[in-house]
């Protein structure tokens, strides 16, 4: 089991920036972990991902160029910067961990999630 908590959302203005967080408690760091968001009325969906054993990164074709993400795994923490902030990426943000995941953005693959950190971007 992983134990995963995040931190850093808040209200910003379009155009602005956050940081997100997610540090996982477990005795084996998680393979892969993911940044998902749920939208008001909307289905969750993934935004970013990395390999954690080799810091590889894959986004969402909605988010890239805009959010990078990163991991120090001296801390066990994973990270989302998000710059050029747009009202559409209101959501609640959510901290997934796997092991031996085939898709990175089913769900399903997933073993554990983060309680969520809400974002909002409005004027």
């Known amino acids: 089991e992983v134990q995963l908590v995040e931190s850093g959302g808040g209200s910003v203005q379009p155009g602005g920036s956050l940081r997100l967080s997610c540090t996982a408690s477990?005795?084996?760091?998680?393979?892969?972990m993911t940044w998902f968001r749920r939208a008001p009325g909307k289905e969750r969906e993934a935004v970013a991902t990395?390999?954690?054993?080799?810091?590889?990164?894959t986004y969402a074709d909605s988010v890239k160029g805009r959010f990078t993400i990163s991991q120090d795994k001296a801390k066990n923490t994973m990270y989302l910067q998000m710059d050029s902030l747009k009202p559409e990426d209101t959501a609640m943000y959510y901290c997934a961990a796997g092991f031996g995941v085939r898709n990175w953005v089913r769900e399903s693959d997933y073993i554990d999630w983060g309680q969520g950190t809400q974002v909002t971007v409005s004027s």
């Open positions: 990395i390999y954690t054993t080799i810091g590889t990164t």
């Open positions: 477990a005795s084996v760091y998680p393979s892969r």
